[in-house]
């Protein structure tokens, strides 16, 4: 069972403007959740979290926002660049130190 | 601070045969994760050692696998009687016991 996922594989956006990638997640032990961005041949690199004890979360041109209702988190890229071109990966931890569980991943193509 | 690093980044071997990788994570960073990655899909968690102590094994960690930190530093994973199904990204990531997870660049095994 699929405890993280990521429902769109692919996005293509136009420079400047937003891009919105989503996640949902069903663990509701689950109470930290981060975005990773990955290039080719590379390792994931971190991006930015939450705490489930939030809603948003704001690093420069990243926001994450989180529905804990609706167990469902989105990531906000604004303006998009070229340079953001990459996979995106959504993961979630139960508790501080512990594994994370990862989506599938998202294909973001950010077009000059 | 150099980051997470493993070695080889790429190994070709035959089915059969054992191989084994290793990961030296940032120095103060007392966790440290191994995933795999197969192609499409997110990192799945293996295992994580908090200093040297073992302290969760994924049920995708078959007894062909085995992974060491013998002196709560660096780590080596290896693989037994390697087998089609294990060619993959192997990543390892560290951890200053808290949720972010920093990842090296990966070891890409390729069994033929």
């Known amino acids: 069972d699929q405890q993280v996922k990521q429902n769109s594989p692919s996005l293509s956006v136009q420079e400047g403007r937003i891009s919105i990638l989503n996640c949902d997640y069903t663990n509701s032990m689950f109470d930290y959740f981060l975005w990773y961005k990955k290039y080719p041949a590379e390792g994931p690199t971190f991006l930015i979290s939450?705490?489930?004890?939030?809603d948003k979360n704001e690093d420069g041109r990243f926001t994450v926002f989180l529905n804990k209702s609706a167990k469902h988190l989105s990531l906000h890229i604004v303006p998009s660049q070229p340079g953001d071109s990459a996979v995106y990966f959504c993961?979630?931890?139960?508790?501080?130190?512990?594994?994370?569980?990862f989506g599938g991943g998202t294909r973001l193509m950010v077009k000059p | 601070d150099t980051g997470v690093s493993q070695d080889p980044r790429h190994k070709i071997t035959k089915r059969g045969q054992n191989v084994t990788f290793r990961c030296d994570p940032i120095s103060e960073h007392n966790r440290l994760y191994w995933y795999r990655q197969t192609l499409g899909q997110g990192p799945e968690f293996l295992t994580y050692f908090q200093n040297e102590a073992q302290l969760e094994k994924s049920r995708l960690l078959s007894d062909r696998f085995s992974a060491e930190r013998p002196k709560g530093s660096f780590s080596t994973l290896e693989i037994q009687r390697t087998e089609q199904g294990d060619s993959a990204m192997y990543l390892c990531a560290s951890s200053p016991d808290w949720y972010e997870q920093y990842f090296g660049p990966g070891t890409r095994l390729t069994v033929t």
């Open positions: 993961a979630a931890s139960a508790g501080a130190g512990n594994m994370l569980t």
């Open positions: 939450i705490s489930s004890i939030k």
